[in-house]
């Protein structure tokens, strides 16, 4: 069973950063990509950005430019790099697994349980 743990949530003032990690235990054979969402207290959980399994990138249009994620090269831990941090960023930020395996591809998903970003005027 693989668990997905998040951290470097906290609070920033506006214009700050953040990094946020999470780290995953529990080995798989399968391929995977990883993601991180948020959600927003009486919102939707909305899509940040995310990172599949052959590297590549893909984010949300209100975080393109200011946030970044990466992986480690064991593919264990992905970070959330934020800079330029506005209070519309304020949620809790979730990372998600997606593991696809075996011929049929069939698909998993993983969900840690969430670190608090607050982000002040």
């Known amino acids: 069973q693989v668990q997905l743990v998040e951290s470097g949530g906290g609070s920033v003032q506006a214009g700050g950063s953040m990094r946020l990690s999470c780290a995953a235990s529990?080995?798989?054979?399968?391929?995977?990509?990883m993601s991180w969402y948020r959600q927003a207290p009486g919102k939707e959980r909305e899509f940040v950005s995310a990172i599949d399994s052959d590297g590549s990138t893909n984010y949300a249009d209100s975080v393109k430019g200011r946030f970044t994620i990466s992986q480690d090269s064991a593919k264990k831990t992905v970070y959330l790099q934020m800079n330029s941090l506005k209070p519309e960023d304020t949620a809790m930020y979730y990372c998600?697994?997606?593991?696809?395996?075996?011929?049929?591809?069939?698909?998993?998903?993983?969900w840690g349980q969430g670190t608090q970003v607050t982000v002040s005027s």
């Open positions: 529990g080995y798989t054979d399968c391929s995977y990509d």
């Open positions: 998600k697994r997606e593991d696809r395996c075996g011929i049929l591809k069939v698909t998993f998903n993983y």
